[in-house]
């Protein structure tokens, strides 16, 4: 089952979640009314992204009787999985690639905005400082998600892919 685990990312749904439990914990009625799907559904991803190691239950509570759990997503597990099952990453990549088409149709117009497409060479030197700033960019970001809608935020879409390219075997 190891490529399961990373394969659990080719959802969109499992994207969303990821993203929302980011900022706050949520249970998957809390979830399911914020993403506007099911319960039972989104229950369902919540579990399965639990499974692979991508989701940590912060909390259970007793509501009517039953128990509810609150699920959090910790950032660093997706690092944490693509370490263990190198060259999948490609799934990752077409999971965000998704979520960046989604969220593109919902850019607010006439507000602020970077995006950048490059494949460049550049001295190893600067290399290392450019992904040191956007690994701590990225984390500055995760750090500071709050929950959805809270007083004084707005909402915001960050996806950071940046890597060193193999040598073509024309270039070698």
């Known amino acids: 089952m190891p490529h399961d685990e990373l394969r659990v990312l080719a959802h969109p749904l499992r994207m969303r979640l990821l993203s929302l439990l980011t900022g706050t ?3 998957a009625a809390e979830a399911a009314r914020e993403l506007g799907d099911t319960q039972a559904n989104t ?7 639990h499974e692979a190691g991508l989701l940590e239950i912060a909390e259970e509570l007793t509501i ?15 690092r944490r999985l693509t370490r263990r099952h190198p060259g ?9 690639a998704g979520e960046l088409l989604r969220r593109a149709s919902q850019r607010a117009p006439d507000r602020p905005a970077s995006m950048t497409d490059a494949e460049l060479w550049v001295a190893p030197e600067v290399w290392a400082g450019v992904l040191k700033q956007a690994t701590a960019l990225s984390e500055e970001l995760h750090e500071a ?3 959805p809608r809270t007083p ?7 996806s950071v ?5 193999a040598e073509t075997e024309a270039r070698r």
Request: glycine share 8%.
């Open 25 to 27: 914990a949520m249970s």
């Open 43 to 49: 229950s369902y991803h919540l579990r399965r992204l």
């Open 64 to 78: 009517r009787g039953g128990r509810a759990k609150r699920y959090r997503h910790h950032p660093d597990s997706g």
């Open 88 to 96: 999948e990453e490609q799934l990752l990549t077409k999971a965000i």
């Open 145 to 147: 998600a709050q929950p």
């Open 152 to 158: 004084g935020t707005v909402r915001v879409s960050a």
């Open 161 to 165: 892919a940046l890597f060193e390219l």
